[in-house]
Nanobody, 116 residues
Framework: QVRLVESGGGLVEAGGSLRLSCAAS????????TSWYRQAPGKQRELVGT???????IYADSVKGRFTISRDNAKNTVYLQMHSLKPEDTAVYLC??????????WGQGTQVTVSS
């Protein structure tokens, strides 16, 4: 199976940038796609974007043009680069891995707080 560990969250001012990391271990070869989700207090978990094992990424409309998902296969790590952050981006950010040969797996999440 797979284990995911996020890092890179923190407090940033509006307009600032952060880069989150999602490091995978275990059966990483079996991951077909990795997604970033976020969950703000009192709100439903929201898909931020997804990157396939081949590197193709898609994004939610709310983050298009501001966020970029990339992957470093040698490091088994997926990144979420966030620019032009807004207070409404404040949430716990979680990564999620899926594959036909593995059980879908969530990381523990990392907090991002954007101050106005």
């Amino acid at each position: 199976q797979v284990r995911l560990v996020e890092s890179g969250g923190g407090l940033v001012e509006a307009g600032g940038s952060l880069r989150l990391s999602c490091a995978a271990s275990g059966s990483t070869f079996a991951i077909d796609a990795t997604s970033w989700y976020r969950q703000a207090p009192g709100k439903q978990r929201e898909l931020v974007g997804t990157v396939s094992s081949g590197g193709t990424a898609i994004y939610a409309d709310s983050v298009k043009g501001r966020f970029t998902i990339s992957r470093d296969n040698a490091k088994n790590t997926v990144y979420l680069q966030m620019h032009s952050l807004k207070p409404e981006d404040t949430a716990v950010y979680l990564c999620y891995a899926v594959g036909v040969r593995i059980r879908a797996t969530w990381g523990q999440g990392t907090q991002v707080t954007v101050s106005s």
